[in-house]
């Protein structure tokens, strides 16, 4: 008696997701950096200049306005060392603090937005693509095509498109 055995072959649709993350650790180790490269340099001597971290904030605080936008540049240089991305940064204004102290909050952009979610959907459509699809899934974005190669366009376009937000591209299943 032979057994005959099918294999049945799940007929999956090509997907990624689309995400906008920031690695924390890597954030964390650029803000201690910025922290001590302050406290030992000459310029911000005596100038009560503080960086801290918190949950996706940063507080930058100085005496002066001048010394709040030098802390901005050696944050940012720190970063940018680390890779991470200054699209993730959004600047709040500079606040009038005590004693004539200067303050800023800088968050830290994590996820995408459901309008800027909306706009990368238009744009993959815009690509006009066959059969490549989005789906909007809380803070990130499914694209699925009947093509890998569809997809790896879309990919493509969307790498050299500036969202104003940091982009990866996870989950690549065939």
């Known amino acids: 008696m032979h057994l005959i055995f099918q294999t049945c072959r799940e007929s999956t649709v090509p997907t990624f ?17 910025a922290h ?24 930058l605080h100085s005496a002066t306005d001048d010394r709040l936008r030098a802390l901005v540049q050696v944050l940012e240089e720190k970063l940018v060392r680390r890779k991470v991305s200054l699209k993730a940064l959004s600047y709040g204004n ?13 968050t ?18 815009g690509l ?9 899934q809380g803070d990130q974005l499914r694209i699925q095509g009947k093509k890998r190669d569809d997809l790896q366009a879309a990919i493509q376009a969307m790498r050299e498109h500036d969202f104003g937000i940091p982009l990866q591209f996870t989950n690549f299943r065939d």
Do not use: P
Request: net charge negative; hydrophobic share 35%; proline share 0%.
């Open 128 to 136: 006009g693509l066959k059969g490549v699809q989005h789906q909007v």
């Open 36 to 59: 001590r490269e302050v406290s030992t340099r000459f310029d911000f001597k005596g100038t009560d200049t503080t960086i801290e971290l918190a949950d996706k904030t940063i507080e």
């Open 108 to 125: 830290l952009n994590v996820g995408i937005s459901s309008e800027k979610a909306r706009e990368i959907g238009k744009f993959v459509k």
């Open 17 to 33: 997701d689309v995400v906008s993350e920031v690695d924390m650790q890597e954030v964390r180790n650029a803000v201690d950096q």
């Open 94 to 106: 500079v606040e009038e603090a005590t004693k004539g102290t200067a303050r800023q909050t800088v």
